[in-house]
């Protein structure tokens, strides 16, 4: 099930970055230009995203949330979605898998 919530973006995101990376590996860090779209697709992989900057539209089993810094979104593998940055575009972090995020709101 695609989960979203919110946490409190700490003053050094490096910290907060770092709380994503996975034991073994590395995390994504996209930078969206305004209006930018990623059409419906899927992924074979969970995944998990934090928005740093800006918004983006999210949409998935026909629903759209805008998520704003903080927002987190966990989305299983298999999972249909597109997004669409704001005017503004967007950074958010993309970490392929699933993550309990360890980060108090």
């Known amino acids: 099930m695609t989960k979203f919530s ?3 973006l700490n003053e050094s995101i490096y910290d907060t970055l770092k ?3 996975p034991e073994q590996g590395s995390i994504e860090i996209q930078r969206d230009f ?3 779209m990623h059409d419906w ?3 074979k992989v969970d995944e998990t995203l934090l928005i740093i900057e800006g918004e983006l539209d999210f949409f998935y089993s026909e629903k759209r949330i805008t998520c704003t810094p903080g927002n987190v979104i966990h ?3 298999n999972t249909r979605h597109k997004s669409v940055a704001s005017n503004a575009g967007c950074i ?3 970490a392929m898998e699933s ?3 360890k980060m108090g709101g």
């Open 41 to 43: 697709h899927t992924h």
């Open 99 to 101: 993550l309990a995020i």
């Open 75 to 77: 989305l299983p593998a």
């Open 34 to 36: 305004p209006r930018k």
């Open 19 to 21: 709380m994503m990376l």
């Open 92 to 94: 958010y972090a993309i």
């Open 6 to 8: 919110k946490i409190k």
